[in-house]
Structures are given as C-alpha cells and as structure tokens.
C-alpha cells in the first residue's frame, strides 16, 4: 500500500505516563505505516521540562503556531508531592496553560 504524503510537518508533543506508551503505540500501528510526514517532536515529559526550565513548552508552543497544527499528549501539572517524586526544581505551571496562552487558545466546557 502506499503511504499518503502529507504536505505540511506536524508538531507532536509526547507527554507523561501511559500517554506516552499509548500514543507510541498509535503512530507506530496506526499512522506511521500509512502518511509520509514530517514530525517536530517536542518531550514535554515532566522530567524534560524540568531539565530545560520549561522552554521546551514554549518552543513547542511556537512550533504549533508556526505549522498551524499540533498533537499533544496528556502532561503532568506537578503537585507538592509530584515534585518530590521526581525531585523537581521547583512547581512548574501546566503545560496546557503556557501553550494556550502562546497560541491563543480558549477553554471551553460545553459545546
């Protein structure tokens, strides 16, 4: 079978978890073996974030808007406790917060 090329690169943003193991599970199955793509992979993984201050968010956020889409994994927000678990620096903000704002995003509850 051949393989659907896709034009423009897709921002992916692996997350946290069984999030991870699910999503790689995903593109290995079911969209890698089907579309040719470009994929700007971001780790928004807790440990990464700490580890790079939480820029890696940022970038990721600035990547979705300047390919216009993005597929994001389910992230850790760290708690008191999450932050000893993983002897983190310090608190870090919700990921899904920092690339609304970047990009412009709302929240919504209802349809």
Known sequence: MKKIDVQNPVVELDGD?????????IKENLILPYLNLDIRYYDLGIQNRDLTNDQVTIDAANAILEHNVGIKCATITPDEERVKEFGLK??????????????????FREP
Do not use: D, L, Y
Not at 17 to 25: L, S, T
């Open 17 to 25: 978890e069984m999030a991870q193991v699910i999503w790689r599970n």
């Open 90 to 107: 310090k608190m870090w903000r919700s990921p899904n917060g920092t690339i609304r704002n970047i990009v412009g995003g709302t929240v």
